[in-house]
């Protein structure tokens, strides 16, 4: 179990903001200035320091966090062993492409299993690594880009990342000039979400931004966008299995551009992940 003064480090890190990070433990600011002393002495380094009235982390401050993140995955799996030897739990974080096309076959095949349960989590990158940085997560799959300093990861897949259309849109099956692609209605993720990150960054190193499209609108869920594409004309960007999932939408790419994406495992404490990914895909 971790020192109470490394939940208040936690906490603080979160926060980044003693007078929050006091209301979020119910304790006083002096208590939690106290506690960051007693691990700076114990450390001998310095974890925190202000630039003007702005707080940030030292690099000691970021390895003591990965630390302290690694010990609580370890012991909130030991404590789901002694709390149900037979039964089975996991909480499992995927980014919403992954979880609504790409990981259900391995879910259904984990919960065939009556001892088994799970607590899915589909939601936007950015949340995700949230609810990783906070244990909530046994384990996240994400799309796109992210950062590899902050979590341990290992790759799942490359994927190819592509134009979607409607089939019977004059771009389908083809591969187009940029130029002509600005000229489409194009319906993009929200921000954070990987895909419209992985979208604007090849979109950046050729020159451009989505406010090169005549009409941009964002849209949270896939199955909204993809309806809206098949339906109404627009275009959008996505991983290949998108469009395979119907019969009304096809891919096209775009000249010069090839885009291709990770999908990862990402986690706090890498041996802890491993055996509880290999339990999800049911390997041995």
């Given at each position: 179990m971790l020192d109470y003064r490394m939940q208040t480090f936690l906490t603080l890190c979160r926060e980044m903001n003693y007078r929050r990070?006091?209301?979020?433990?119910n304790m006083t600011q002096p208590g939690v200035t106290q506690h960051i002393q007693h691990l700076e002495k114990h450390y001998g380094v310095k974890l925190f320091?202000?630039?003007?009235?702005?707080?940030h982390?030292?690099?000691?401050?970021?390895?003591?966090?990965r630390h302290a993140e690694s010990v609580m995955a370890r012991e909130k799996a030991l404590t789901d062993v002694f709390a149900a030897p037979r039964r089975v739990h996991l909480d499992v974080g995927a980014t919403k492409t992954i979880?609504?096309?790409v990981l259900t076959g391995a879910l259904s095949r984990y919960l065939a299993d009556p001892m088994h349960s799970i607590r899915f989590e589909i939601n936007n990158t950015e949340v995700l690594l949230d609810m990783l940085d906070e244990s909530l997560l046994d384990f996240?799959?994400?799309?796109?880009?992210?950062?590899?300093?902050?979590?341990?990861?290992?790759l799942f897949k490359r994927e190819r990342f592509t134009g979607i259309c409607a089939a019977s849109h004059p771009f389908a099956g083809r591969t187009v000039p940029i130029s002509e692609v600005f000229g489409q209605t194009l319906i993009v993720r929200e921000p954070g979400s990987g895909t419209r990150r992985l979208l604007e960054q090849s979109l950046d190193a050729r020159g451009y931004s989505l406010d090169?499209?005549?009409?941009?609108?964002?849209?949270?869920?896939?199955?909204?966008?993809?309806?809206v594409v098949a339906d109404a004309g627009a275009i959008s960007f996505g991983y290949a299995p998108v469009a395979a999932q119907r019969t009304d939408l096809a891919t096209f790419e775009v000249e010069h551009m090839p885009m291709w994406g990770e999908f990862n495992f990402v986690?706090?404490?890498e041996e802890t992940a491993r055996k509880k990914i290999e339990l999800f895909f049911g390997k041995p």
């Open positions: 990070a006091a209301q979020a433990l320091v202000y630039d003007g009235r702005r707080l982390r030292t690099p000691e401050a970021d390895a003591l966090k979880g609504e096309f996240a799959v994400v799309e796109g880009v992210f950062d590899k300093q902050r979590f341990g990861w290992h090169a499209f005549s009409r941009c609108i964002c849209i949270s869920q896939f199955s909204v966008i993809t309806g986690y706090c404490d």
